[in-house]
């Protein structure tokens, strides 16, 4: 039986199906020899990429259980252990991580539009201690899937992700940000969508301009920024996201 989503989540729900057809897309239009390839992220292959992104759905299954029972349910057993599969994981042949990618996919949406409405507000941590509430998990995936699909230097741009995801992330980015150690003083201002928010330490700040998903990519370290304006220039390097 198709399960009806809870109210308010019928949106991240179609946008994260969109986002992972896209993704198995690109997984169809790649080589084999593509897995072992490097991706744009240091050290990783884009098998790296792929095992990541495919866990990913395993361990917020995890998360959807602990917002649905109230019962402590950790995304992984540890770093460690989350590192160990992603290692073990990457040099897969490209179909075996294609049937992971979709499976897991299929299961975690079943999950998602089966969480009930009284429990959208129930609270659960990503292994590096951020907190979520259950309405948070279906855009967290998208995030997930989005990011990491540009990771794969395979098309995707960041021009390409979703405008309502890059509205709820920057929301959490800016608020992460706004007094992170190691964040430059800027102003940011997004030219589409009217987004501004002073990020940084007090005193003289740079002015940073343009497209919303240009200014989270130069954020999430997608991005050097060349496709933002900056006065004065030129454009500083943010910490490490997240």
Known sequence: MTQTPAPGTAEPLSLLATSTERLLATVDGLSQDAVTERSTLP???????????????????????????????????????????????????LAAHREHLARGAEALA??????????????????NGKKLLGRDLAWQRMAEVEIHHVDLDAG????????????????RTVVGFRNRDGMPAVEITATDTGRTARL????????????????????????????LSVKPGPIPAPPTWP
């Open 43 to 93: 050290g990783w292959t884009r098998g790296h990429v792929l095992a990541h992104i495919a866990y990913n759905a395993d361990g917020l299954r995890n998360l959807v259980a602990w917002a649905r029972t109230g019962e402590k349910t950790p995304m992984y057993a540890s770093p460690e252990s989350r590192n160990a599969d992603i290692e073990a994981g990457a040099p897969r042949p």
């Open 110 to 127: 079943a999950d998602l539009a089966a969480l009930p409405a009284g429990r959208l507000d129930a609270e659960v941590f990503l292994l």
């Open 156 to 171: 995707h741009t960041p021009e390409d992700w979703p405008p309502a995801l890059v509205s709820w992330i920057m929301d």
């Open 200 to 227: 940084g330490p007090d005193g003289d700040a740079q002015v940073v301009t343009g497209p919303e998903h240009a200014l989270f990519a130069w954020l999430c370290g997608r991005s050097p920024g060349h496709d």
